[in-house]
């Protein structure tokens, strides 16, 4: 899943969980359940394979979602620290992820394989595009309504 998707369903944990802790558990593991779900996620192969020359639209495609998923945020949620904690919460696992590229060790290398053959498990069926991509707006649209209403 892109990132905004997994800063939304993060808020919409925290607008529904009372208690802090819970959801910021909640808000981790809806990163690994989401991801779960076929979907398509933009190319950072010049980061992966440490090509820095080549990497700016790659660093730009996860500034501009992470902007748009926090302008959502601040536009739609009651901006709490508990907000933006578990928005920020939610989106560790591919923070780890990003981080082995830059710092491999065992730990970080541990949990990318974990990230990618457990729970990218469906990442490689033969599933179209109109419905990887389609779930992502469902479920985007889905956590815009439980946050208006």
């Known amino acids: 899943m892109i990132l905004l998707i997994h800063l939304l369903v993060g808020v919409v944990i925290s607008s529904k969980i009372e208690y802090f802790w819970v959801a ?43 902007s748009l998923g926090l302008l959502i945020i601040f536009l739609l949620s009651n901006n709490s620290f508990k907000t933006y904690a578990c928005a920020l919460v939610s989106i560790i696992p591919d923070g ?37 991509f389609s779930t992502q707006i469902i479920v985007g649209v889905i956590s815009i309504y439980i946050l208006l209403f």
């Open 24 to 66: 910021l558990f909640l808000a981790f593991l809806s990163h690994y359940l989401l991801d779960l779900i076929p979907h398509i996620e933009y190319n950072i192969e010049n980061i992966k394979n440490n090509q820095w020359q080549k990497s700016s639209p790659d660093f730009l495609k996860i500034i501009l979602d992470l």
């Open 96 to 132: 780890l992820t990003f981080l082995e590229y830059l710092l491999p060790n065992v730990f970080l290398k541990k949990h990318s394989r974990f990230h990618r053959e457990i729970i990218h498990i469906l990442k490689n069926k033969k599933i179209s595009n109109f419905w990887r």
